[in-house]
């Protein structure tokens, strides 16, 4: 009797949850226009629903949205680095000296792998990279998508899936989704340029970015997105000044020049 209970109670929360969204709905069309405008409705989210956009906060899996207006303020160059601000569970380290994985960064979610995160653009899957991530850092024996190669100027909104959904999407997306929406229509142009380096000098880093939107003839529109970012090197190695040899060691008293070397 418990049981039967606590299940028609879970079956009554869903349909006032539903009962509630048609009633916010509804009351739209007795607003008058000016009213309209004021409007601020929820984010909605395409992924984790058959039925198409829904409300983020009335979905039954957990789904983040990430607006364009909060890239921007976020002060991230790279789509990696966008992810881990917002998103928890989202890891992309910086590596180093590991060949070719120093430039199509490996990420995770949920801390698996990065071949089971699926990652849509707007709506349609992106192929992973062809490169085979043989290194000694996480993810290995893995290939994933290189998120980095999608400029930012280029993104609406990133809605993050983060539950398993293989059943609705494939054994790849078991850690789970990331759908990047583009955009789209009677987007405004835009370009930036930013540029900076260390306090030491060195590590100069440029990058200038280009959204051109050009509306075209019956509802059409042209959209093209550009990206370059140049980084320079740095270096903070030295001599290492520490005892390298046992207490009394002859080798002790060579001079600095043989150490070097």
Do not use: W
Not at 102 to 114: M, N, Q
Not at 147 to 171: H, K
Not at 219 to 231: Q, V
Request: aromatic share 8%; hydrophobic share 40%; proline share 3%.
């Amino acid at each position: 009797m418990i049981r039967n209970m606590f299940l028609i109670f879970s079956f009554t929360a869903a349909v006032f949850a539903q009962n509630d969204e048609i009633k916010q709905s509804s009351e739209f069309y007795d607003k008058p226009l000016d009213k309209l405008l004021e409007v601020e409705t929820e984010q909605k989210a395409d992924i984790g629903s058959r039925g198409g956009d829904r409300d983020s906060t009335l979905s039954e899996v957990p789904i983040d949205v990430i607006t364009a207006k909060e890239i921007r303020s976020s002060g991230a160059t790279e789509l990696t680095r966008v992810l881990e601000k917002f998103i928890a569970g989202f890891n992309a380290p910086r590596t180093s000296i590991t060949d070719g994985s120093d430039h199509s960064k490996i990420f995770t979610l949920r801390g698996l792998s990065p071949d089971q995160v699926l990652v849509l653009i707007n709506g349609k899957r992106v192929h992973q990279s062809s490169l085979m991530n043989v290194n000694g850092t996480i993810g290995m024996g893995t290939s994933g998508v290189d998120l980095n190669t999608i400029p930012l100027t280029a993104v609406e909104r990133i809605e993050v899936l983060r539950d398993g959904a293989a059943a609705q999407y494939g054994s790849d997306a078991i850690a789970g989704v990331i759908n990047i929406i583009l955009k789209g229509y009677a987007q405004e142009s835009e370009a930036s340029v930013m540029y900076g380096k260390t306090s030491k000098g060195d590590g100069a880093f440029k990058q200038s970015d280009l959204f051109l939107s050009l509306p075209l003839e019956y509802d059409g529109f042209f959209n093209l997105s550009a990206e370059f970012r140049d980084r320079s090197k740095t270096n903070r190695a030295g001599v290492d000044d520490r005892v390298q040899y046992p207490e009394g060691d002859a080798r002790n008293s060579l001079p600095s020049i043989l150490l070097i070397k």
